[in-house]
């Protein structure tokens, strides 16, 4: 699922201003292996009335949710559609690696440019983490809709920004530092990404769509002695201290800063209290006849 993430530059956008597509890369590598059962339980709960054969992957980032679509759907086709070339690069190395590249066409595109990539006609089209990247989502939400024959689905999936990884009570020179980060990054975000958390149901009706189902699934993943799980809280803390820089007094960042530094004794990758707790949520939403 991937998501993306609440801290990574515009899926929706020019990659051209982007110098750190490669860290976000290796974040949503794995963010979809460490999560992979929570995305496999949202592509099973879909209510599809058949077998979409033909899928667009809006903001397909690496492609968590493209190689969870195909294995929801065997038959299906994924158009997978993103701004940056490093994401695609490797969505394309994935499906070559895993024997399905006929069953995906990767589109590079700006999906708030005014001029859309052709979609044909999707069955079921899938944003996870996406929609909230982009600068004018309602227009967005209106060209999906369109874009869908009568009764083909539309899923998005939100995050409730990072995920958690420390107890309350660490790091032990600075206990509650993990959430005085986040509380930070949401007050940067909340000024640069408006729309992501929000509620997608009101904006999808509002769009033409009838909504079909919502869940939410808390994850809460023990990973001690996981090693995805210790790399995914470095890669998620290291992407977070890009917006902190200004927002946090400086014993927080020190502690942070000592964290992240694999090399020294406080590392994160060295802790063995580790877990992955964060929330996500999908709306499905159908085109009216």
């Given at each position: 699922m991937p998501h993306t993430h609440s801290s990574a530059p515009r899926r929706g956008a020019s990659d051209a201003h982007q110098p750190q597509d490669h860290d976000q890369a290796e974040l949503l590598d794995l963010d979809a292996e460490v999560l992979a059962e929570h995305l496999a339980t949202i592509t099973a709960w879909l209510p599809v009335e058949a077998p979409p054969r033909r899928i667009a992957d809006l903001g397909c980032g690496t492609g968590a949710g493209t190689f969870a679509l195909l294995d929801r759907f065997p038959d299906a086709h994924v158009?997978?559609?993103d701004s940056s070339s490093e994401h695609l690069r490797r969505l394309r190395e994935k499906a070559r690696a895993q024997g399905v590249a006929e069953r995906v066409?990767?589109?590079?595109?700006?999906l708030d440019d005014a001029d859309w990539p052709d979609l044909g006609t999707p069955d079921l089209v899938w944003a996870s983490?996406?929609?909230h990247h982009m600068a004018h989502p309602?227009?967005?939400l209106r060209r999906i809709h369109d874009a869908l024959p009568p009764g083909g689905l539309f899923a998005v999936v939100e995050?409730?920004?990072f995920p958690r990884f420390l107890p309350p009570d660490a790091p032990e020179d600075q206990p509650g530092l993990e959430e005085r980060c986040h509380a930070a990054n949401d007050r940067y975000h909340a000024a640069h990404m408006p729309?992501?958390?929000a509620d997608w149901g009101p904006k999808l009706t509002a769009a033409g769509f009838a909504l079909d189902g919502q869940r939410t699934l808390e994850v809460n993943i023990a990973g001690s002695r996981d090693e995805a799980v210790a790399a995914y809280a470095l890669s998620s803390l290291r992407r977070m201290r890009g917006s902190l820089a200004d927002a946090l007094p400086a014993e927080d960042l020190a502690a942070l800063d000592r964290l992240l530094d694999t090399g020294g004794p406080h590392s994160i990758t060295?802790?063995?209290?580790?877990?992955?707790?964060?929330?996500r949520t999908v709306w499905a939403a159908r085109?009216?006849?």
């Open positions: 158009t997978a559609v066409h990767p589109v590079r595109a700006d983490a996406s929609m309602e227009r967005a995050l409730a920004g729309h992501r958390g060295r802790r063995r209290d580790l877990a992955v707790r964060t929330v085109r009216g006849d």
